[in-house]
């Protein structure tokens, strides 16, 4: 299976556009969150109907998988955490997106929300006790944020990962977790754009400017994974041991 990850694409219209003219040659696309901008001069309400005719695009040329990030919030929960509510319009154009679980082929992908507060940080805790009874034969974590203390959360001067996500790898160790959240993490030096906690791979493609997107593309056949950029590209194989510093592609 192949697989293609970005994320932070933060109203990027371009990047959209680029996304929706390769979708097709993957099995699977997955959006790990930030798809709108809060600091864009467009109000949040018009980027939500732009962002879902993308969506409703991609959904239509291959299986697409998005979860929200910290830019997505744009409600309030009944507890009074902020959340993503326009998630609920993407999950009526059929695309699997947060609190959801999906089977694709042998693998079984669950897709976490954006958390505000205790109540929502719970709730995943819960998704992610129920979907370990019934995993596949891969497990597959969508999640903005990348784990605490992991080379895909460092920023430059100090890691800005999630202290939960690690607890929660540590636990149940899934296969994959697919990430974004932290742009500078693939290009700054002790940072990178995959990291192996036990047996799980994670991957954060982190953000750059222009009309392509970085990308993290990871095929299972293959048993690699190929990280492209503008800095270059890199490589890991997915059934060694992680070695660094990472295989550069010419």
């Not at 997955?30 to 959904?59: E, H, N, W």
């Not at 699997?96 to 995943?124: E, F, K, S, Y």
Request: glycine share 8%.
């Amino acid at each position: 299976m192949k697989w293609l990850l970005v994320s932070d694409l933060h109203y990027t219209l371009k990047q959209l556009d680029w996304l929706n003219a390769v979708a097709d040659q993957f099995d699977a696309v997955v959006i790990a969150g930030d798809m709108l901008d809060i600091s864009s001069t467009v109000p949040v309400t018009a980027q939500i109907v732009v962002a879902l005719k993308y969506l409703r695009l991609l959904g239509e040329r291959t299986r697409l998988l998005v979860c929200s990030g910290n830019h997505d919030l744009n409600a309030l929960s009944a507890a009074g955490e902020k959340t993503a509510g326009w998630m609920q319009r993407v999950r009526h154009l059929g695309v699997p997106c947060d609190n959801n679980r999906v089977d694709l082929d042998a693998a079984t992908v669950t897709i976490c929300p954006w958390w505000d507060g205790p109540v929502a940080c719970g709730q995943i805790g819960e998704q992610l006790a129920r979907d370990a009874a019934r995993r596949g034969e891969r497990w597959v974590w969508v999640y903005h944020a990348p784990p605490g203390q992991s080379p895909v959360s460092w920023a430059g001067k100090r890691y800005f990962g999630d202290a939960n996500l690690l607890e929660w790898i540590a636990r149940y160790q899934p296969d994959m977790v697919l990430t974004g959240h932290i742009h500078q993490a693939p290009f700054k030096a002790d940072g990178s754009w995959v990291d192996r906690i036990g047996d799980t791979w994670v991957f954060n493609p982190g953000r750059q400017i222009g009309p392509v997107p970085t990308q993290v593309i990871i095929d299972t056949d293959k048993g690699e994974a190929i990280w492209l950029s503008l800095a270059g590209a890199e490589r890991v194989a997915l059934d060694e041991p992680l070695q660094r510093p990472v295989e550069e592609l010419a």
